[in-house]
């Protein structure tokens, strides 16, 4: 019988150039000038740091294998690892382990349960249950000898995902078109902009990507939640205008009215997704939703699967979100898209991918365009456990 012999959370801070950061996923806006670490986005209603911050999670088995997780947490990483450690690992250590997906569930089931009559069923509290479902899956396929897709989807796993370029750093809109052409020239075909000025910048930069890029190339637009309803509709005619392949996040996550009268009202589909964590979170904006957007650092495998079901019933798309994230997020969301049928792209950050691959003793790959599956048992990935803890900056 093989039991857990310990479970680690390790809170991550790693200095980073955020100018070639900015405009791009996980760090989409300008900040406002400041001294803190932690500063309002200039136009987006939420905060970012000015360091590339995450949470790990770390299990080990009494019979020396140790499988990798991460959480979604690019503020205060400390408080999911605190969850983990206090609330999580006295539930988990010396605990059976069975490397199959049942099992799997069941574990997620019963952490979610250590706090949900005391209303705690989202927030920081999924993120250090996901960060803990990741570990548990790496370990179940490296105990199987089976890639995590394979354990999910059988031979049906793809061995590469369609990647998408998420968003574009910041300068003049010719330097971000000469960026944007660069990608295509290596194969890629859909692009995300950021609405992160002017509503003028954005179409303008909109007209000058189509001119650069051509007629076939797809474009798709994330207003980071800064719609007004009332204008809503308008911005989004402008969309259908330029013939925008998705509209993401227009309105507050809580807002599911609001996203409903929205896709009714223009033809651009709408995507969303990354914000909630359950099922039960998901429930009200899925019908408004074509794409569906589950970050794996919030919703782990376990409930993503979950959703994606969901997103199936309701012939809707599944576009992984993926952010701040090291390789045991990011490998998790490749080998996740790999085991869905209706998961056309993966998102790709190239600036977030080479910061995981400095920690990761085989790089993730995208190759033409394509992110390729890491082959090897688990999530497929061996972490540089030594140089991350010595670069760790707090």
Not at 131 to 159: C, E
Not at 237 to 245: G, K
Request: charged share 20%; glycine share 8%; with cysteine.
């Amino acid at each position: 019988m093989t039991r857990i012999q310990s479970v680690e959370a390790i809170p991550v801070r790693l200095p980073r150039d955020l100018e070639e950061a900015t405009g791009t996923a996980g760090s989409p806006s300008v900040l406002r000038s400041g001294v803190t670490d932690y500063r309002w986005s200039a136009s987006v209603p939420a905060i970012y740091s000015r360091h590339f911050e995450t949470a790990l999670v770390k299990v080990t088995l009494d019979n020396g294998l140790t499988g990798w997780g991460e959480a979604q947490a690019p503020l205060a990483p400390q408080v999911a690892c605190t969850i983990v450690e206090r609330l999580l690992a006295p539930l988990l250590v010396e605990a059976e382990f069975q490397p199959e997906p049942g099992h799997i569930e069941k574990t997620w089931h019963n952490l979610y349960g250590t706090m949900r009559v005391r209303g705690q069923t989202g927030g920081f509290m999924l993120d250090a249950i996901s960060g803990v479902d990741l570990a548990l899956w790496d370990l179940a396929g490296q105990m199987r000898q089976q890639p995590v897709s394979t354990l999910i989807a059988g031979a049906m796993a793809r061995t590469k995902v369609p990647a998408y370029l998420s968003g574009l750093p910041s300068g003049s809109f010719a330097d971000r078109c000469r960026f944007a052409r660069d990608y295509q020239a290596q194969g890629f075909g859909c692009f995300k902009l950021f609405h992160e000025a002017a509503e003028g910048e954005l179409f303008q930069l909109l007209d000058e990507l189509r001119d650069a890029l051509g007629a076939s190339a797809q474009l798709a637009v994330d207003a980071l939640w800064r719609l007004e309803e009332s204008r809503a509709a308008a911005f989004g005619r402008q969309l259908d205008r330029r013939h925008a392949v998705w509209l993401e996040c227009p309105f507050m996550p809580e807002e599911a009215e609001a996203h409903l009268r929205l896709a009714e009202a223009i033809q651009t589909p709408l995507a969303a997704g990354e914000s909630y964590r359950t099922r039960n979170e998901i429930s009200p904006v899925l019908p408004a939703l074509r794409f569906v957007q589950p970050d794996l650092g919030r919703t782990g495998i376990t409930e993503g699967l979950r959703i994606a079901a969901m997103a199936t019933q309701a012939n809707a798309a599944v576009l992984p979100h993926v952010s701040i994230a090291l390789g045991p997020q990011i490998a998790a969301a490749i080998h996740f898209a790999a085991a869905l049928e209706n998961a056309p792209l993966l998102e790709f950050n190239p600036s977030v991918c080479r910061m995981a691959n400095l920690f990761l003793e085989s790089p993730l790959r995208v190759e033409e365009a394509h992110w390729q599956v890491p082959k090897g048992p688990g999530l497929g990935i061996q972490m540089k456990e030594a140089e991350l803890r010595a670069a760790i900056r707090w």
